[in-house]
């Protein structure tokens, strides 16, 4: 059983800029009682709980069964064997973890969880721009619903767009819902010569959109030798002054293989306290930016969704859009097995 010490050692290098909400021991004392209760839960249940790098960080460390991005996180959630799996981040994700597995509880503790590009587009969008470009290949990003997925042809994650993208046998190919991740994938295509007409929907994420090329300039001023990690949802001026472009997990890797000492991360802050906790000795320079809908999640409701799910936590999908968001989820695994 976790203890408050245990705790407290994993909290208390994450510098969340504001002193009055750093981790100390007091704090972290008034979470164990509900992690207790949870891992009681989770043992009565056969559950699991899968998180988001951007949840709060008492859930990464406290209760969590496995950390990581999107594309992570849905394998995990295809490779586990627990009757129930419980998907701390956003809806869609959790909706990606009842794809993959139609005959599993997928409870979601964050039901209101939106994400601004999941949120811009509806499947009746896609089928009207199937229409309007009926020769080219569908790919979405995984930040769509299951019916978005269902009427697209392959899905791709943060860590695997760019990968995909150039596997992709036709020429013509439509990217939604993110234009910033679409634009830095017609670069790097363009850049390796590969010839492909490549269109994007309009669609943003709030908390990346916002990131500047300036403040990269400024950073590398004020802490030279610094290594700039970007996540693709940024825009492509930011992204071409990355020193690694990925998705939290590869940030995560490229900082466990890198000799180097300190790093600027273009992504949303709370990957940054986990890399302060897993790295103590290393220097990070976060954004402040957080992520409404991530931030949304919290023990209590992990708790109140193990103990008694509300319709609105437990993810059921319309039979035919599973099977077919499915297909489109399965397409991705097989781009990726060579
Ligand atoms: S950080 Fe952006 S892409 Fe990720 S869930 Fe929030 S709004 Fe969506």
């Not at 997925?149 to 760019?162: L, P």
């Not at 103990?307 to 993810?315: F, G, M, R, T, V």
Request: aromatic share 8%.
């Amino acid at each position: 059983m976790l203890t408050v010490e245990q705790l407290y050692n994993k909290l208390k290098d994450i510098r969340v800029g504001n002193p009055c909400c750093q981790f100390t021991e007091e704090r972290c004392k008034t979470f164990l009682p509900v992690i207790e209760r949870i891992e009681q839960l989770k043992r009565e249940k056969n559950a699991i709980i899968l998180a988001h790098n951007y949840v709060p960080p008492q859930i990464l460390y406290g209760v969590a069964d496995h950390t990581g991005d999107s594309y992570g996180l849905a394998k995990k959630a295809l490779e586990s064997d627990a009757e129930v799996i419980v998907f701390t981040a956003v809806r869609f994700m959790a909706e990606t973890a009842k794809i993959v597995n139609p005959g599993k509880m997928v409870l979601d503790p964050n039901p209101d969880g939106g994400c601004t590009l999941a949120d811009g587009i509806t499947a009746a969008d896609v089928k009207r721009l199937r229409e309007e470009f009926p020769d080219h290949t569908f790919v979405c990003y995984i930040n769509t619903t299951a019916e978005v997925k269902a009427n697209c042809d392959v899905c791709v994650t943060s860590s695997n767009v760019y990968t995909i993208m150039e596997r992709i046998e036709t020429d013509k190919i439509y990217f939604l819902p993110d234009r910033l991740m679409g634009e830095n994938v017609k670069n790097f295509l363009r850049d390796k010569g590969a010839g492909k007409q490549v269109d994007v929907y309009d669609g943003t994420c709030y908390v990346h959109e916002e990131y500047q090329p300036e403040s990269v300039d400024q950073v590398r001023r004020n802490f030279p030798g610094v290594k700039v990690l970007v996540h693709p949802e940024c825009s492509p001026g930011v992204v071409g002054k990355a020193d690694y472009v990925g998705s939290t997990s590869g940030m995560l890797d490229y900082v466990r293989e890198s000799d180097n000492d300190s790093f600027f991360l273009l992504t949303e802050c709370g990957l940054t306290g986990v890399l302060e906790s897993e790295f103590p000795r290393k220097q990070f320079v976060g954004t402040c930016t957080t992520c409404r809908y991530m931030k949304a999640n919290s023990l209590e409701h992990i708790l109140s969704t193990l103990e008694n799910p509300a319709p609105s936590n437990i993810i059921e999908l319309d039979p035919e859009i599973q099977k077919n968001a499915l297909r489109c989820v399965d397409k991705m695994f097989s781009y990726l097995k060579n």
